[in-house]
Protein backbone atom coordinates (compact mmCIF):
# COMPACT_ATOMS: atom_id res chain seq x y z
CA UNK A 1 0.00 0.00 0.00
CA UNK A 2 2.67 2.48 0.75
CA UNK A 3 4.12 2.20 -3.06
CA UNK A 4 0.96 4.39 -4.13
CA UNK A 5 2.20 7.57 -5.07
CA UNK A 6 0.08 9.68 -3.18
CA UNK A 7 -0.80 12.96 -5.88
CA UNK A 8 -2.11 9.71 -7.50
CA UNK A 9 -4.61 8.76 -5.18
CA UNK A 10 -5.42 12.07 -4.65
CA UNK A 11 -6.26 12.75 -7.93
CA UNK A 12 -8.17 8.99 -7.93
CA UNK A 13 -9.98 9.81 -4.92
CA UNK A 14 -11.84 13.04 -6.37
CA UNK A 15 -13.86 10.82 -8.64
CA UNK A 16 -13.91 7.97 -7.20
CA UNK A 17 -13.92 5.65 -3.88
CA UNK A 18 -10.65 4.52 -3.78
CA UNK A 19 -9.65 0.86 -1.42
CA UNK A 20 -6.15 0.44 -1.50
CA UNK A 21 -4.83 -3.01 0.02
CA UNK A 22 -1.70 -5.44 0.09
CA UNK A 23 -1.59 -8.61 -2.05
CA UNK A 24 -0.90 -11.44 0.19
CA UNK A 25 2.35 -12.26 1.46
CA UNK A 26 2.88 -8.77 1.07
CA UNK A 27 3.15 -5.34 3.32
CA UNK A 28 1.17 -5.84 6.41
CA UNK A 29 -0.60 -9.08 5.60
CA UNK A 30 0.28 -12.55 5.97
CA UNK A 31 1.29 -15.57 3.92
CA UNK A 32 -2.14 -17.35 3.67
CA UNK A 33 -2.25 -20.76 2.96
CA UNK A 34 -2.23 -21.18 -0.96
CA UNK A 35 0.48 -20.09 -3.39
CA UNK A 36 1.17 -17.11 -4.89
CA UNK A 37 -0.55 -16.60 -8.43
CA UNK A 38 -2.37 -13.82 -10.31
CA UNK A 39 -5.00 -16.09 -10.10
CA UNK A 40 -5.23 -16.36 -6.38
CA UNK A 41 -4.33 -12.64 -6.29
CA UNK A 42 -7.47 -12.08 -8.46
CA UNK A 43 -9.83 -13.92 -6.00
CA UNK A 44 -8.36 -12.35 -2.70
CA UNK A 45 -9.85 -9.13 -4.85
CA UNK A 46 -13.00 -10.57 -5.64
CA UNK A 47 -13.57 -12.07 -2.31
CA UNK A 48 -12.68 -8.31 -0.69
CA UNK A 49 -14.80 -6.96 -2.76
CA UNK A 50 -17.63 -9.45 -2.01
CA UNK A 51 -16.29 -8.84 1.98
CA UNK A 52 -17.39 -4.97 1.50
CA UNK A 53 -20.65 -5.81 -0.65
CA UNK A 54 -19.16 -4.26 -3.59
CA UNK A 55 -20.76 -5.37 -6.49
CA UNK A 56 -19.07 -3.39 -9.35
CA UNK A 57 -15.26 -1.60 -9.77
CA UNK A 58 -12.88 -0.15 -11.60
CA UNK A 59 -10.08 -2.32 -10.69
CA UNK A 60 -5.95 -0.71 -11.20
CA UNK A 61 -3.37 -2.81 -9.67
CA UNK A 62 0.62 -1.82 -9.34
CA UNK A 63 3.63 -4.02 -9.18
CA UNK A 64 7.50 -2.49 -8.30
CA UNK A 65 10.56 -4.87 -8.79
CA UNK A 66 13.30 -4.08 -6.24
CA UNK A 67 16.36 -5.03 -6.95
Do not use: Y
Not at 38 to 66: C, E, H, M, P, Y
Request: net charge neutral.
Amino acid sequence: MDAWEPSLLKELSSNHTVIIFDNRGVGNTTIGTKPFSIRQFAKDTVGLLDALKIQNADVLGFSRLLL
